[in-house]
Nanobody, 124 residues
């Protein structure tokens, strides 16, 4: 059974940092493109960041460029999202997602597996 489990969310103040982790239960983790999405009440789910299978390529939403970094450890079947200089607009539930295709995509509907999400709340 394919499973993704996120952790690392919490309540922080503006300007603080958090690191989210996502652990995959499936094998051949390095064959999956991995991404983070987030969702806030009343808004559609939005793309945050994506990393290619071996970590050589990344892509970010404009709103997080320069503040967030996505990276992966294929040996441990983990993907991370380092979030720095957080702002209240970063508040939301953050989801880890996996895609079997190597083609990069910011479209969540093209991802095959999702975690349950972890809450990030940034106070002003």
């Amino acid at each position: 059974q394919v499973q993704l489990v996120e952790s690392g969310g919490g309540l922080v103040q503006a300007g603080d940092s958090l690191r989210l982790s996502c652990t995959a239960s499936f094998g051949l983790f390095s064959t999956y493109t991995m991404a983070w999405f987030r969702q806030t009440p009343g808004k559609v789910r939005e793309f945050v960041a994506m990393v290619s299978r071996i970590g050589g390529a990344t892509n970010y939403a404009d709103s997080v460029k320069g503040r967030f970094a996505i990276f992966r450890d294929n040996a441990k079947s983990k993907v991370f999202l380092q979030m720095n200089n957080l702002v209240p607009e970063d508040t939301g539930v953050y989801y880890c997602a996996a895609r079997t295709s190597a083609v990069p995509s910011m479209d969540g509907s093209l991802y095959d597996y999702w975690g349950q999400g972890t809450q990030v709340t940034v106070s002003s």
